[in-house]
């Protein structure tokens, strides 16, 4: 178990910085909604990339199984790791080439005075579970679990830590808000001005780093 969650505690860092974008987000939803908007859009984070993480363990965990493991981890690392480094160039590349007024803003931001407890929790699910960047890392952590351990109890361990370390800047804003109240506004919005300037920079960075760990990963399973 120990094992499993050392592993996998990188990429769950790495999750973390590559999600600061969507604080904005979160942060709008109890700003401009109620923090019980804002907890149904985390609950639907969450929701979405544990069962995302789940389905992929099964399927590592079932090629195992079939003898696929060894090389084929190997491959799939390579894979994962090759999209991640490209993934972080073109976000290094747009870090040097926008200007502030290029801001990364999912298209349904402009609704959020008017989004309902419901769909709240369907953009939180959504974002978490089908968002391609999200997809690489955890298809990274994935491989990490499985190759760990192959015991349920222990994967599950590492799934939890995972979607907890992973989601603590997307949750950030709702406990903030929900513990403080309006004193914790200010800081909010100095902290969304300075993910906003920066975001595309730290996220580039934080993909192309796990990108060489996960192709190393890879060549080390070959």
């Excluded at 904005?24 to 609950?43: D, P």
């Excluded at 544990?50 to 190997?74: F, K």
């Excluded at 992973?166 to 929900?178: E, H």
């Excluded at 100095?190 to 996960?214: K, Q």
């Amino acid at each position: 178990m120990t094992h499993a969650v050392l592993d996998v505690l990188p990429i769950a860092v790495a999750l973390l910085m590559a999600s600061l974008p969507l604080v904005m987000v979160s942060m709008a939803l109890v700003i401009k909604r109620t923090s019980v908007i804002g907890w149904c859009f985390l609950l639907g984070w969450l929701t979405g990339l544990a069962a995302v993480l789940v389905v992929l363990i099964a399927i590592v965990d079932v090629g195992s199984l079939s003898g696929g493991s060894g090389p084929a981890m190997g491959i799939v690392g390579l894979v994962a790791g090759l999209a991640l480094l490209g993934w972080g160039i073109h976000k290094w590349q747009k870090a040097w080439t926008a200007d502030d007024a290029d801001r990364e803003v999912p298209g349904w931001y402009s609704m959020i005075e008017e989004i309902g407890a419901a769909k709240a929790t369907a953009s939180g699910f959504g974002l978490a579970a089908f968002s391609p960047k999200n997809l690489l890392i955890m298809v990274s952590a994935a491989a990490a679990i499985a190759e760990a351990t192959a015991d349920i109890g222990a994967q599950a361990v590492a799934i939890v830590v995972f979607v907890v370390v992973g989601s603590l800047a997307v949750a950030a804003p709702t406990i903030a808000t929900s513990i403080a109240g309006e004193r914790a506004g200010p800081t909010l919005a100095r902290l969304d001005a300075l993910i906003t300037r920066h975001n595309a920079l730290i996220v580039g960075t934080v993909l192309i780093v796990l990108g060489f760990v996960v192709i190393t990963n890879g060549l080390e399973a070959l």
